[in-house]
């Protein structure tokens, strides 16, 4: 493998070299009842999942190396293959990459436990005289390693987090969340209570607790993962069914692009959503929830919390947490840190 590697380029065509680097740590976080969970962090204190958002301007080399901090015993346990390779790798959507990055068994670009690896991804512009569309979008990136050659123990122990491609003019945002939706009727591998855990006195932004003042324009990284279509739906709000969830351009251009408020997620997809939090609605508690409605009623839904403009806590609130928060996909509100609310 080592001398098949070294015919391999190490970084894409248009990569002369990394314009930044990162570090990112592969760690085992506190278990969900007898659920393994593992996280990416940008430390491995800070681990989560979903891990951090990475952010990338088009034309933007990035390298990030790996560090496997997962035990060995833990890998062992998810597998389902005893001569299946034990670690964890880093595979990433929608950006350009080398074999040497593509974060498979096949390729031999996992990290084994206690060693590190650098990923070198490549936000490829577009260019027109080809035709190639270039890669700014909402993606994401996983493990696709742990348990065997496809990654599902990984993805399904909480090895992914949100990748953002923007390219120069892109309106940006106050707030970027992750809401991965996913088996078992799970966002974020929670459901009912457990998806939900925003403080009323002191909400602080992380993967269970979805908060912006009004005003604010809110973004989401919408992924599906797992073998279930879903549907992602927030209340009060809707968005223009575009690339960055805006509409810019002329009358004739924007006329031409739909508004929705209620967008269908197969597993592997992702999409970008930008709104204006309470924009004409006000404050309030609005839920985000899968339209398919027994996968709503067995608990697939959260909130986002608009607090007014001096930072306040609307009245109300206390939705129903009646459907079920225990099995597999939940997990306590302790189980992970909650500040993924990193942004690279």
Not at 93 to 108: I, M, N, P, R
Not at 290 to 313: I, K, P, R, W
């Amino acid at each position: 493998a080592g001398g098949a590697a070294a015919l391999l380029p190490e970084r894409p065509e248009g990569c002369d070299r990394p314009d930044r680097s990162i570090q990112l740590y592969a760690v085992e976080l506190p278990r969900d009842g007898n659920q393994i969970r593992l996280g990416y962090g940008l430390t491995p204190e800070t681990a989560s999942y979903p891990g951090p958002t990475m952010e990338m301007i088009e034309g933007e080399c990035l390298a990030v190396t790996l560090h496997n901090q997962v035990p060995a015993a833990t890998l062992e346990q998810l597998r389902t293959d005893p001569t299946h390779p034990l670690g964890v790798s880093l595979h990433v959507h929608g950006v350009k990459y080398t074999q040497l990055s593509d974060g498979t068994a096949q390729s031999f670009s996992y990290v084994p436990p206690g060693q590190s690896r650098t990923y070198t991804w490549y936000a490829k512009k577009r260019d027109r005289t080809a035709g190639t569309a270039g890669t700014a979008g909402y993606w994401w990136y996983h493990d696709h390693v742990v348990g065997g050659p496809h990654g599902t123990k990984g993805i399904g122990s909480g090895l992914f987090g949100g990748l953002v491609v923007r390219r120069p003019g892109d309106l940006r945002p106050d707030r970027t969340y992750m809401t991965v939706f996913g088996d078992q009727q799970s966002i974020n591998l929670r459901r009912g209570a457990a998806a939900d855990t925003c403080d009323q006195e002191n909400p602080q932004p992380g993967p269970t607790c979805i908060v912006a003042k009004k005003g604010e324009r809110v973004e989401f990284i919408v992924v599906g993962i797992g073998n279930d279509m879903h549907t992602f739906h927030i209340h009060g709000h809707s968005w223009a069914d575009t690339r960055t969830g805006v509409a810019t351009g002329t009358n004739a251009e924007v006329d031409q692009i739909p508004t929705v408020d209620n967008k269908t997620l197969g597993p592997g997809d992702s999409f970008g959503v930008q709104i204006v939090a309470g924009d004409s609605v006000g404050p309030g508690h609005w839920m985000i929830h899968c339209h398919m409605q027994f996968h709503s009623d067995a608990g697939m839904y959260t909130t986002m919390h608009v607090l007014d403009e001096n930072g306040n806590m609307p009245p109300g609130g206390d939705h129903d947490h009646s459907a079920t928060s225990s099995g597999a996909a939940s997990t306590s509100g302790g189980a992970a840190p909650a500040g993924s609310g990193a942004t690279v």
